[in-house]
């Protein structure tokens, strides 16, 4: 049994040259396996039931001469139509008046783009201690870009 070590004076001449490129098989396997992965599941995680979709449709608000118009100033300050209402149960005892009509009118909520959610808020409260049915916000389209 023989064994090389090296030369007695250590330069190694006798030494074969070291190989010090990367080899790159592996990579190129682990990356062609997991192509093949993704080729299979992908056509899985895209497929999903048919469904019909609502459509979007925005009317226009139908101004009525019994619905009830409802403001909310950047303050906080509730308005009926124009008169300014000092109270949330005064806004109440109002609705209470309107809601035993037959047909019940509607309730429109114009709320300022400044307007605290609280102060808004407040009047769907109002609305449902009242007996309101219908509740609408009033809002201004988006710009056409």
Not at 29 to 54: A, G, R
Not at 94 to 102: G, Q
């Amino acid at each position: 049994m023989a064994m090389n070590v090296g030369s007695p004076d250590g330069d190694g001449s006798d030494d074969p040259q070291m190989n010090s490129s990367i080899n790159t098989t592996p990579l190129v396997d682990v990356m062609l396996v997991l192509l093949i992965i993704f080729l299979i599941t992908i056509p899985v995680v895209t497929q999903s039931i048919k469904l019909e979709l609502p459509k979007e449709r925005n009317l226009p608000t139908q101004t009525k001469p019994e619905n009830i118009l409802l403001a909310v100033s950047r303050d906080g300050d509730v308005y009926w139509n124009t008169k300014r209402m000092t109270d949330t149960e005064e806004v109440v005892k109002m609705l209470k008046k309107e809601a035993v009509k037959d047909p019940q009118p509607e309730v429109h909520i114009r709320g300022d783009q400044e307007a605290r959610y609280e102060s808004v808020g407040r009047l769907v409260v109002a609305c449902q201690r009242a007996g309101i049915a219908k509740v609408g916000f009033i809002t201004e389209p988006p710009p056409n870009q």
